[in-house]
């Protein structure tokens, strides 16, 4: 069973009835109560929308920094790789016998 919610009307509707209740404004929910659908004649106050806007802005400067991180990390981890093959490639030069001119 769905429930309609609109302002302070709460409406018990099954799933037959749910186009009718979001075209006439209302919206949506599961027994959970978490939101199945908005009806599309929802208005929210500009200020409420600026607010939400600021908040998902903020969110993906946050998604970005941290990719870039991420990012970063990975290049570090590949320079750091080759550098331990250049490593052990200097250790068996250095490990090689060396032959004397005149042996």
């Known amino acids: 069973m769905l429930k309609a919610k609109k302002e302070n009307k709460v409406y018990q509707v099954d799933e037959r009835l749910k186009e009718k209740y979001l ?3 209302f919206d949506i929910y599961n027994d959970k109560g978490e939101i199945v659908e908005h009806s599309s004649l929802k208005k ?3 200020s409420e929308y600026l607010e939400k806007l600021a908040e998902k802005e903020a969110e993906l400067k946050a998604l970005k920094e941290e990719l870039k991180a991420l990012l970063e990390e990975k290049v570090d ?7 331990k093959k250049e490593n052990e490639e200097l250790k068996k030069v250095l490990t090689e016998p060396t032959t004397k001119a005149g042996d």
């Open 44 to 46: 929210i106050k500009y």
């Open 23 to 25: 075209k006439e404004g």
């Open 77 to 83: 981890v590949k320079e750091m790789k080759a550098l």
